[in-house]
């Protein structure tokens, strides 16, 4: 009997919810007050310094080291008292998750003993030993070591003992070699490009944000039942199970009432992240069983990812406490849904118009129309390259696996949207754009109505899905960091901008009238991208047909799809705008290829141990107490009685005989693929070996081991099965 797998059943089937630490108080109360925001700086700055510093968060002007060293001194005066003893630069390295270092903040003084110390050079810049991160070859080819460089438009925070302070992470010779870097560079490049198309509308805009709001789902597992199963230690999913019986048929789980142990979590999630000065929002059970998700209020799209990277963490530790584990992997177990992170994104202006959102008056909405078309061509133009900004090994079981978005990107608008996109394309440019009494350009063909927001509207298929006052990107990962989805979207839609005004530029003068000139190339636009928009359902074969057809990016391998980084069209995108050279994009596609084939590697392997060292050992001893069955019944009964009453028996025996050849012949084989695919130098082919000679066998070997979890008596099965991790009492 497999006392490992029942003992842990039946603690965490007995625990009782952990108390909350969350207080009685107003949330209001203690809202931030880990962070060292602009209520924080008041008391620690100086007026003039705090004016310095806001035009750099603001306007990303350079600070002086004076003001650094002001701005430490302050920073340094707010830890203390908040009990830090240490500080680090907290930077996001192309692994998962976020990278840090600590110092302490002694040092010596004049008289033998420590003072702490924190001095603006400390503050603005550190060096952690860069070569251990990934950086695809840059630094081996360059330049060993590497910097962290602060980043002043991320308020610092305190975790534990420790203050916290959000950087970039470069490399001696300039290349990127983290996920920031690049998306303030295409936010910055969004911004300029915005502020220019919005000046055709409204004189008096001077800045454009980009905002995101992050859903980040993800399962939580008993912390026993956890540690009994290596494959969702070791690679965050599991590699085998059957599925149980009752699953997520009834549709019993999706909004249901949240079980005490779980919500008892979340009230402790929540109540660490509103310290942390994240707006949480929303809580909710998710499709599966043991599924949940959080979304916070949408914020400013660097911010946002850094409190989703912030949470992930923050979320591993609160789980702990409540004898769960967090499992953001994107796709935990089979036959169920798997965790995905709809992004959804806008833009807005400073003078607070939404540039997503239907306007309020005929002006608005010309702009908003013009913007939302962009968008759609940003995405009709660069729809291989998005689906790669979200493809991972994790994410594939996802993308085209028919549940979540298909691996096609395609976009919804929306019945009202796509009838407004028809009537423009079909009226001739003096019913449509036109310029009112006060010289103000409108649209005057259509009202924009803004039942929109109405959910009714809304396609559930859709990759990339207009929801009203924003798009929802929905194939980004639950693991993932939202950085690489969110700097190619940002950089497609600031060259798309760019272009956009280029086109209506020229065409003014050559001497058409600013409406007309708009009028024509939004036209142009509606006409050129229709291919991308999709109203229908994305899981259906015909729509896999379909796509084809229209020329959509229908590639499905990971290694392949990351190609679309290094095409002539991505390389001019990203270099144009300033975002990554084309060595930057080579080396990132390095690390990109070498991660897929670790993943795979360390899943086969793990795979391989747990089947001969505990599937196959287990069902050998079923099978030969069987064996023992068939004797002895042969010893009390004559032959013939004998054969009957075994008949079942036997029949398990060599089902079981079967199974086990079966699944030895497999591991075998895949063991040789790997040995092949090892000796492949380049990353790109190797990951592709792994892809298509190794990957396979996972599946086949796994519908062995299924078909033998159904067999084996249950006592005797090592691993706690489905039903037992699945299911929160
Ligand atoms: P769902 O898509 O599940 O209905 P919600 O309505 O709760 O989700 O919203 C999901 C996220 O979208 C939230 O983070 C919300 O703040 C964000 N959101 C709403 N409006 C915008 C917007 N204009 N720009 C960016 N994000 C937005
Ligand atoms: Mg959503």
Not at 244 to 249: E, P
Not at 322 to 333: N, Q, S
Not at 654 to 669: G, L, N, Q, R, Y
Not at 678 to 685: A, L, P, Y
Request: charged share 25%; glycine share 4%; proline share 4%.
């Amino acid at each position: 009997m497999s006392s490992l797998r029942f003992n842990a059943v039946d603690k965490a089937f007995c625990r009782k919810p952990v108390a909350t630490e969350a207080p009685s108080k107003l949330t209001s109360d203690y809202y931030g007050k880990n962070v060292f925001n602009r209520a924080q700086m008041t008391k620690f700055l100086s007026k003039g310094t705090i004016k310095v510093l806001s035009d750099a968060i603001d306007n990303g002007m350079p600070l002086s080291r004076d003001i650094a060293d002001h701005v430490a001194a302050g920073m340094k005066m707010w830890a203390l008292e908040m009990g830090a003893t240490h500080y680090t630069h907290w930077f996001q390295p192309l692994t998962e998750g976020t990278a840090e270092k600590h110092d302490s903040f002694i040092e010596y003084d004049d008289n033998g003993g420590v003072i702490e110390e924190f001095s603006g050079k400390l503050l603005v810049q550190q060096e952690p030993d860069a070569s251990s991160f990934p950086s695809g070859g840059i630094r081996n080819t360059f330049e060993a070591r590497g910097y962290t460089a602060w980043d002043p438009s991320s308020p610092a925070f305190i975790v534990d003992d420790t203050l916290c302070i959000p950087t970039i992470f470069i490399s001696y010779t300039g290349e990127t070699l983290d996920y920031k870097t690049p998306l303030l560079k295409a936010l910055n490049a969004v911004d300029k490009a915005a502020v220019d198309v919005c000046r055709y509308f409204d004189s008096s805009v001077k800045k454009v944000y980009s905002y995101l709001g992050w859903e980040q789902e993800y399962f939580l597992v008993d912390e026993e039942l956890y540690a009994t199963r290596p494959d969702l230690v070791l690679t965050g999913r599991t590699l085998m199970g059957h599925e149980s019986a009752k699953n997520q048929q009834l549709e019993d789980h999706y909004f249901g009432s949240i079980p005490s142990r779980v919500a008892a979590f979340m009230r402790d999630l929540e109540f660490e992240a509103y310290k942390y000065g994240m707006p949480l929002k929303t809580r909710h059970n998710e499709v599966a069983p043991n599924q949940f998700e959080l979304a916070p209020i949408y914020e400013e799209m660097n911010l946002a990812i850094d409190h989703n990277l912030l949470i992930m963490s923050i979320m591993e530790r609160v789980a702990q406490r409540h004898h769960f584990r967090v499992l953001l992997h994107e796709k935990p177990f089979a036959g169920v849904n798997g965790s995905g992170k709809h992004n959804n994104w806008s833009l807005g202006t400073d003078t607070g118009v939404g540039l997503m959102t239907p306007g309020k008056t005929p002006t608005e909405n010309l702009q908003f129309i013009t913007f939302l078309v962009n968008a759609l061509m940003a995405v009709h133009k660069n729809d291989g390259l998005l689906k790669a900004s979200v493809m991972t090994a994790p994410n594939a079981h996802r993308l085209g696996a028919n549940e979540a978005p298909p691996a096609i990107i395609s976009v919804f608008l929306g019945t009202q949207i796509s009838a407004i996109l028809d009537k423009l394309e079909n009226s001739s440019s003096e019913e449509a754009i036109v310029m009112d009494e006060k010289k103000k350009l409108k649209l005057a063909i259509a009202h924009i109505p803004e039942v929109l927001m109405d959910s009714t509207d809304r396609n559930r298929t859709s990759p990339f899905a207009f929801t009203g006052n924003r798009f929802e990107f929905r194939a980004v990962g639950s693991s993932a960091n939202c950085a690489s989805a969110m700097t190619a979207l940002t950089a497609a839609v600031a060259c798309q901008l760019i272009e956009f005004k280029s086109e209506v530029d020229a065409l003014i003068a050559k001497g058409t009238s600013q409406e007309k000139a708009l009028f024509d190339v939004i036209k142009k636009y509606i006409k050129e991208s229709k291919n991308i928009r999709f109203n229908g359902n994305g899981y259906s074969d015909e729509w896999k047909e379909e796509a084809a057809k229209r020329g959509l990016d229908c590639e499905t391998s990971v290694p392949l799809i990351y190609d679309k980084y290094i095409t002539k069209e991505s390389e001019k995108l990203f270099e144009s705008i300033g975002v990554f050279t084309a060595k930057e994009l080579e080396a990132r596609n390095e690390v990109k290829w070498e991660t897929y084939t670790k993943k795979i590697q360390i899943e086969a392997r793990v795979l391989g141990d747990l089947v001969m060292n505990h599937i196959i050992p287990v069902a050998t001893r079923y099978q030969s107490m069987l064996l023992d069955n068939v004797f002895k019944i042969k010893n009390v009964y004559d032959e013939e009685k004998a054969s009957q009453l075994s008949a079942q028996d036997r029949s398990i025996i060599e089902e079981i005989a079967e199974h086990i050849a079966a699944i030895k012949t497999k591991v075998d084989a895949m063991v040789e693929a790997r040995k092949v695919a090892n000796k492949i130098e380049c990353e790109r082919s190797k990951a592709i070996a792994y892809h298509d000679e190794v990957f396979p066998y996972m599946a086949e070997i796994r519908y062995h081991v299924d078909k033998l979890e159904l067999i084996v008596d249950n006592e005797m099965w090592p691993l706690p099965k489905y039903r037992e991790l699945l299911f929160i009492r």
